[in-house]
Structure formats: C-alpha cells, structure tokens
Nanobody, 115 residues
C-alpha cells in the first residue's frame, strides 16, 4: 500500500523557518521524482519545488527561490522541504507528490505564517 505521510507543518512567525518531511512507503522511492505543492484558500494548487530521483536536479517556484530547499534521503525514503524566511503569503496546505510511471499524493500539512 502506497503511503506519503507529511509532517512538520505548523504556525510560525514571519521570518521564521520550518522543515517539512514526507515519509514514503509502498513504492520504489529512488525511482520517483518528488515534489512539494501548496494550495492556499481560494487558489489553485501550485508546484513549489521538485527533485529528481537521484537528487541531482531541482527546480523551484520563483517566489521561493533562495528561501526554500528541497532534498531527499533515498536511504530513508524521505523528502524534505526546508523553508526559511517565511512570509504570510507562504501560508497554505503543503502536499507531497511522487511521480514516475504512477503518481501519488500525500494528505497535506498546514503551514501558517502569521504574527
């Protein structure tokens, strides 16, 4: 059974940091590209960051470049999103997404940036 379980979300003040984790199981993790998406209320879901299976290539949403870093540990079947210098506009539900010959979504974790 495929599972993507996100953790690490929460409430943080502007300028703060959070680290999201997504633990995967039920598929060959290292062969999948992994992504973080987010969806704010009333907005479409958008791609935040993506990393290839071997971790050699990443890409980011323009508005998070220089602040967010995606990484993965294929030995732990986990992908991370380090988020620094958080802004109120980063508030959203963040979803983990796995893509290869199949694709899978996590259940999401809420990130709220507010003073």
């Amino acid at each position: 059974q495929v599972q993507l379980v996100e953790s690490g979300g929460g409430l943080v003040q502007p300028g703060g940091s959070l680290r999201l984790s997504c633990a995967a199981s039920g598929f060959t993790f290292s062969t999948y590209s992994m992504s973080w998406y987010r969806q704010a209320p009333g907005k479409v879901r958008e791609l935040v960051a993506r990393i290839t299976g071997a971790g050699g290539r990443t890409n980011y949403l323009d508005s998070v470049k220089g602040r967010f870093t995606i990484s993965r540990d294929n030995g732990k079947n986990t992908v991370y999103l380090q988020m620094n210098s958080l802004k109120p506009e980063d508030t959203a539900v963040y979803y983990c997404y796995a893509e290869s010959i199949s694709w899978y979504w996590g259940q999401g974790t809420q990130v709220t940036v507010s003073s």
